[in-house]
């Protein structure tokens, strides 16, 4: 089974930056589409933040499109989340995902989770 472990969260300042790491094992990223969600304290799961499929196509919802990038990196096998311009809502536990399809990610039902990091956003 393909696992995944997410690093990188930390607190940093409103307007700050942060990358966020998502490090995959056993199996290869290359035919993998990849995804990052977030759950703000008190709130269930948002959908997808953004994904990016295995041929290059990405999406990212309304509230992080300009500010966050999604990136990965096959050779060592490792998807990155570039927030820049954070904003005290964008506070929460922050979730990497992957699936052969990217239908099943971008509906927040994927076959692997990593396990989350926390990102505070706080003066």
């Known amino acids: 089974q393909l696992q995944l472990v997410e690093s990188g969260g930390g607190l940093v300042q409103p307007g700050g930056s942060l990358r966020l790491s998502c490090q995959a094992s056993?199996?290869?990223?290359?035919?993998?589409?990849f995804g990052w969600f977030r759950q703000a304290p008190g709130k269930e799961r948002e959908g997808a933040l953004c994904t990016r499929n295995a041929d290059g196509l990405t999406y990212y919802a309304d509230s992080v499109k300009g500010r966050f990038t999604i990136s990965r990196d096959n050779a060592n096998d490792i998807v990155y989340l570039q927030m820049n311009s954070l904003k005290p809502e964008d506070t929460g536990v922050y979730y990497c995902?992957?699936?052969?399809?990217?239908?099943?990610?971008?509906?927040?039902?994927?076959?692997?989770w990593g396990q989350g990091t926390q990102v505070t956003v706080s003066s």
């Open positions: 056993r199996f290869s990223l290359d035919k993998y589409a």
């Open positions: 995902a992957a699936d052969q399809f990217p239908s099943r990610l971008r509906l927040g039902r994927p076959d692997y």
